[in-house]
């Protein structure tokens, strides 16, 4: 489900709609959840479940061909199209209309040209304004490299060679590259049975690797290959720049191996994996992310990581005019350990000295608990805009009080600027994005 507030002329309009997805059609037609949900994939049962997924689609009673994702995980708006996006699916196209609902106008197959998955995490270049992506697939190839022209036409795939099925989420482009993550993190069904564990298994045998292709590459041989010894793991990267002294560098939330592994704690997956019935992540033997910094010097061939913060933060955000070049700040959601949830926001400051002035933060407060945050830069053009001027959205629910909130915080004070109260609850969720008036105007209305 997608949850929008258009905001015009002073008011705000909240609204909530399904995408209709072909699972949605689906489940809808039944009146029933059908198709499985990661977060289940657990344990003997887990497995059992996913085979039985399986063997319905052979039969043809559940409709596989239009994929079965729910397109809950990323937004990206690209060349007139809002893109609602999963990883394990195509884009669905969603319309803002001018009252501010959404209306889902099918999926984007770029003219039959995307034959892959399409991440959740597409980057548009904010100077050519190119789309990059990337699919990932249970089955080899396990990657698929696209890149969009700025009008809407997608090049000719790239398979990258991987070591595995590695669940990759997200990835990083640069002026001149694009910075592929081949970490060990697998997709391993036996690993619901062996471990009583996830369909995903954190293989502590093996090491992280960094892949990083000149971008208008037509095939992988170009791509240099960075590896740590240690295995961990990134769902999310804030950045990545070069440096202009042959490096290329990679700002990202990376979680670790868990030094003390006990039984019943639960390691750091997002709480929208699982159900409220499912008892813990066992085995997964991830610690919570931390802001990391990669350097990948391209003429030596060698790689340096810096850890840049002490607490625990993910969905890392930027001011996306600046994506693919150096920023300064990088504006995160702290993870608070017991609970998994959000108490407060984290904004860092990479030329800050000292880890006081590193990191500032603004706490939702009370029983509150937020997702995460958009960068929307202030619109006054009259003046060069600083890197910071601008403001951060956000959903947030009160827990105490069972209502939830839109906010909107000042991104160079870290103060709110206004909580606006919403009429029904918005759930914890994954990932934002914003769109501007023109480009609310410049939307197309049908899908060819
Ligand atoms: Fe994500």
Redesign the pocket.
């Known amino acids: 489900m997608l949850h929008a507030i258009r905001f015009k002329d002073g008011k705000a309009t909240y609204v909530s709609r399904y995408v209709q997805t072909s699972r949605y059609l689906q489940e809808h037609a039944y009146q029933a959840s059908q198709f499985f949900k990661y977060g289940d994939l657990l344990g003997s049962f887990g497995l059992f479940a996913y085979y039985l997924h399986l063997l319905r689609g052979e039969l043809g009673e559940l409709v596989m061909s239009y994929g079965f994702a729910n397109a809950d ?2 937004l990206i708006y690209h060349n007139g199209m809002l893109m609602a996006l999963q990883d394990f699916d195509k884009p669905y196209v969603i319309k803002v209309l001018e009252n501010g609902d959404l209306q889902t106008l099918g999926i984007n197959s770029y003219n039959n040209k995307l034959t892959s998955n399409f991440t ?2 597409a980057k548009k270049d904010p100077e050519t304004g190119e789309l990059f992506t990337f699919g990932s697939s249970i089955k080899a190839p396990y990657t698929i490299y696209n890149v969009v022209s700025k009008d809407g036409i997608m090049g000719d795939p790239v398979s990258i060679t991987t070591s595995g099925p590695s669940y990759m ?2 990835f990083g482009i640069t002026e001149n590259y694009v910075i592929f993550m081949d970490l060990p993190f697998n997709f391993d069904p036996e690993n619901m049975v062996t471990r009583n564990d996830w369909i995903y298994r954190f293989d502590t045998t093996k090491k992280s690797r960094f892949g990083v292709l000149p971008r208008y590459s037509k095939n992988e041989e170009g791509i240099k290959w960075f590896e740590f010894d240690e295995p961990f793991y990134i ?2 990267n804030a950045n990545a720049w070069e440096d202009g002294e042959g490096n290329a560098i990679l700002i990202s939330c990376v979680m670790k191996r868990e030094v003390e592994h006990i039984g019943h704690h639960m390691s750091f997956i997002p709480p929208m994996f699982y159900s409220a019935s499912t008892p813990g992540l066992k085995g997964t033997q991830l610690e919570f992310p931390q802001l990391f910094k990669f350097t990948f010097n391209m003429k030596t061939g060698k790689c340096y990581q810096e850890q840049l913060s002490t607490s625990f933060v993910d ?1 890392p955000k930027v001011n996306e005019s600046h994506l693919g070049r150096k920023t300064r700040y990088i504006y995160t959601s702290k993870f608070d350990k017991l609970s998994s949830k959000i108490p407060s926001i984290v904004k860092f400051d990479l030329e800050g000295q000292g880890a006081k002035s590193l990191e500032s933060k603004l706490d939702y407060g009370g029983n509150t608990y937020g997702s995460e945050v958009v960068f929307v830069p202030s619109v006054q053009t009259d003046r060069p805009l600083e890197e910071d001027d601008g403001y951060l959205l956000s959903f947030a629910h009160d827990e105490h009080t069972d209502l939830s909130y839109a906010y909107v915080i000042s991104a160079q004070k870290m103060e709110t600027v206004a909580v606006i109260k919403l009429p029904s609850r918005v759930p914890y969720g ?2 934002a994005t914003y769109m501007t008036e023109r480009e609310i105007q410049g939307q197309i209305s049908n899908l060819a």
């Open positions: 995980t990323g959740p995490h989420h997200d769902f999310h969905y994954f990932h």
